[in-house]
């Protein structure tokens, strides 16, 4: 089992520009997350889907566009990247409640992503 | 408003017991307390998870009061290789009743020789 995957693992952009990070899981959950975490900060939660074909805000989903487009991949889009957009995007999954803390999630390795 | 609080950094030295707390004033009645792991470059790692008094594993303690307004995840005999970020995440209830998930801000743990 690979786990959670991400794709691209960098990604430099200047402003203005769009791209999609994408993520995959093999564990057969039906929550996926996408978290941002800046520089010596904790994760934010942007979007989550609780099973194929939902999502929701999470803390800070201003920005970003999501789509569940089946039960193994979430992706996450940047319309227009900001400056104030360069982060560290973790994608997570789990097997239990979305929205809650009641199950573990699994997590990406992240990607890398500086806009100029 | 929905916040954590967790100190920002420790120090321990290898084979000491580390205690580290996290508050959250307004958790949501039906959520569990889970605390993750994290090392540079790497994604968040499980470690424990309870909902209240003590749960315990094979790698750390968690200490839950009735109240439920702070936890603290206790690591025996720790090793450098517990030189980590450690993050605690709690839900809380918003108005309307929509839970969203809230880290902390994560302690830095720096074990010595």
């Known amino acids: 089992n690979a786990g959670v995957t991400q794709t691209p693992k960098f990604q430099v952009l200047k402003t203005g520009q769009s791209m999609t990070l994408q993520c995959a899981q093999d564990m057969n959950h039906n929550s996926m997350y996408w978290y941002r975490q800046d520089p010596g900060m904790g994760l934010r939660l942007i979007y989550y889907?609780?099973?194929?074909?939902?999502?929701d805000k999470g803390e800070v989903p201003n920005g970003y566009n999501v789509s569940r487009l089946n039960k193994r991949e979430f992706s996450l889009r940047l319309e227009s990247a900001a400056p104030s957009q360069t982060s560290v995007y973790f994608c997570?999954?789990?097997?239990?409640?979305?929205?809650?803390?009641?199950?573990?999630?699994?997590f990406g390795p992240g990607t890398r992503l500086t806009v100029l | 408003l929905a916040k954590t609080t967790q100190p920002i950094s420790m120090d321990s030295y290898e084979g000491q017991e580390v205690n580290i707390t996290c508050s959250h004033n307004n958790i949501a009645t039906n959520d569990y307390i889970t605390w993750y792991q994290q090392f540079p470059s790497q994604g968040p790692r499980f470690i424990i998870q309870?909902?209240?008094t003590k749960v315990t594993n094979e790698v750390a303690s968690l200490f839950i009061p009735a109240d439920r307004k702070s936890s603290t995840l206790s690591l025996p005999r720790v090793s450098l290789s517990d030189t980590a970020v450690y993050y605690c995440l709690v839900g809380f209830s918003l108005m309307g009743g929509y839970n969203k998930l809230i880290f902390g801000a994560g302690t830095r743990l720096a074990v010595h020789p």
């Open positions: 997570a999954s789990s097997g239990g409640l979305a929205g809650t803390s009641t199950d573990t999630q699994y």
């Open positions: 309870g909902y209240k």
């Open positions: 889907s609780a099973s194929e074909g939902t999502t």
